[in-house]
């Protein structure tokens, strides 16, 4: 937890968005300062919500439901793809923000914000696609009619690592389909979505249909997830706050969707492409500095091509460029998100090594910068399936990698962790992808391609990755609930 400060100083100052005004007391109240990862410069202060917040806006986004619910679905898109064009408008800025605010590739963070302008306006597309159902009755007369309705009131958890992206995951569905919103920012990384609600005055939202809070997770988040009026909590983040979101949930059976952690495999076969199966892996474990829940975390390699595969995959991590995620050109990642983080990742690869797993290359806090959370890229050899660095999130650029002696060993493996997120097999073989798309028990499966999930796909983790998902129809159709309709013609 970064440390709290009583009185703002010169940085830039944020705010919660409730009810449509910025809402904080400034200058006095409690605060949370926002670091440079590269540079651990504090560079803003956000304010540090709790009950009397969450309330507020909870309160904002029930008044403002009833009437947001009775626009025609294609009224409501039209606002969607005004905030699109919005972010489109500022989206050098927003980037900008963004990659200093978590380190994050200025390329990437580019990538983030134009992929979020283009989620917005791909939910306001089912403005006039989504439809209820008329169901056959058994009776004479008698029409049966699904109607398919909004929930509510939604709360939106984000997390820090894609929090611009997370929070229009959340908000473009909510939205197009009637709910209204209150998200909580992640304390870490809050301040694109602040930006972001500075430029909603040209969007001219009603008021109280969104609603952004900060703070930390048990004192303004906790308070909204045991609001009684909010009718569904979509929370991505950890497995850790996913219990506790859940457990809140249960006081007033709220519907919840949890986004949580991974610990995706990937499999390299004897005939893979080894081109293709390195530069995807290598890409899945350093974009965002490893920080992706989706992203390769274990590699089994079939013993005929372990060593060729782990000397190509040794080497293409040793020319990692890494460097200051807003001052840098032409590097591949920047730092950790935190000392916590950076800290995490030191002591899961130590106690690999002392459980007597080697380095191929890096293990090590980078020592190439002055300041700043930095994590060599690093390969891991000698590792057993029940080592902690095979079994837990590491959330870094590091690769534990195990040879396995066929397929059928790999696949075995591969299924064996309590996370269900995603998973990679790099193979030519017709056969051993039918086998993995069928006995690989995870979300989700790519063959010969690193692991990014498409805006029309679904995203929803197996085990404790998760509870439903998000994106494309079937992530539209979460944040809808159903009424069934019977109606009798009396003569
Ligand atoms: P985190 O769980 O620490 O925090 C996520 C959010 O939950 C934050 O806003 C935090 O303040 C809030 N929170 C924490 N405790 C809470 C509580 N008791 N009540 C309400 N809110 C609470 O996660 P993080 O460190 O921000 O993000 C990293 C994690 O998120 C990783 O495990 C990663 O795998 C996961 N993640 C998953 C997906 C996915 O799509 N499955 C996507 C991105 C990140």
Request: charged share 25%; aromatic share 8%.
């Amino acid at each position: 937890m970064k440390s709290i400060i009583k009185t703002p100083a010169t940085r830039a100052i944020y705010q919660h968005y409730i009810n449509g005004t910025f809402y904080g007391s400034v200058p006095s109240g409690d605060y949370i300062e926002v670091l440079d990862p590269c540079t651990e410069e504090i560079i803003a202060s956000v304010p540090r919500g709790g009950q009397e917040e969450a309330d507020a806006a909870v309160d904002a986004a029930v008044a403002a439901q009833r009437h947001w619910s009775s626009l025609p679905s294609v009224e409501r898109a039209k606002y969607l793809k005004a905030m699109a064009n919005t972010i489109r408008e500022n989206r050098v800025m927003l980037a900008e923000t963004l990659a200093r605010e978590q380190a994050k590739v200025k390329a990437l963070a580019q990538v983030e914000i134009d992929v979020t302008a283009e989620y917005y306006d791909y939910y306001a597309g089912f403005a006039r696609a989504y439809e209820g159902e008329i169901i056959q009755s058994d009776r004479v007369g008698e029409q049966i009619f699904l109607h398919k309705l909004p929930i509510g009131v939604v709360v939106g958890i984000c997390p820090w690592n894609f929090p611009f992206f997370v929070m229009a995951r959340k908000v473009a569905p909510s939205m197009l389909t009637g709910n209204t919103i209150v998200v909580k920012v992640s304390e870490e990384a809050p301040l694109t979505c602040l930006e972001f609600t500075k430029l909603l005055g040209s969007v001219n939202l009603p008021k109280g249909v969104l609603n952004v809070v900060c703070g930390y997770g048990n004192e303004v988040g906790e308070a909204l997830t045991h609001n009684k009026n909010v009718g569904m909590i979509s929370l991505t983040g950890s497995v850790d706050s996913g219990h506790k979101v859940m457990a809140a949930a249960a006081k007033n059976i709220t519907k919840v969707s949890l986004e949580l952690g991974g610990k995706a495999p990937a499999i390299v076969c004897e005939d893979a492409d080894m081109e293709v199966a390195v530069n995807s892996i290598v890409a899945s474990r350093i974009i965002y500095s490893g920080q992706v829940c989706n992203c390769a975390e274990r590699v089994y390699v079939e013993e005929g091509v372990y060593d060729a595969f782990l000397e190509k995959l040794t080497t293409a991590m040793k020319a990692v460029k890494v460097g200051n995620a807003s001052n840098d050109s032409g590097i591949d990642m920047s730092a950790q998100i935190n000392q916590k983080q950076l800290d995490k990742i030191s002591g899961m690869v130590d106690r690999a090594q002392a459980a007597g797993a080697k380095i191929a290359t890096g293990g090590k806090k980078s020592t190439s910068f002055d300041k700043g959370y930095f994590y060599e890229p690093t390969v891991i050899t000698n590792v057993k399936q029940d080592a902690e660095i095979m079994q837990k999130e590491v959330f870094g650029p590091v690769l534990p990698v195990m040879k396995v002696k066929d397929f059928d060993e790999a696949l075995k493996l591969a299924n064996d962790s309590e996370y269900g997120l995603t998973s990679a097999v790099y193979t030519r073989d017709i056969n051993k992808m039918l086998r993995a798309t069928k006995e690989l028990n995870f979300g989700e499966v790519y063959f010969n391609r690193e692991n990014f999930e498409a805006i029309q796909g679904f995203h929803a983790g197996w085990r404790k990755s998760g509870i439903g998902g998000a994106d494309g129809k079937h992530g539209l159709e979460e944040y809808l609930q159903t009424k069934t309709i019977y109606i009798q013609q009396t003569s």
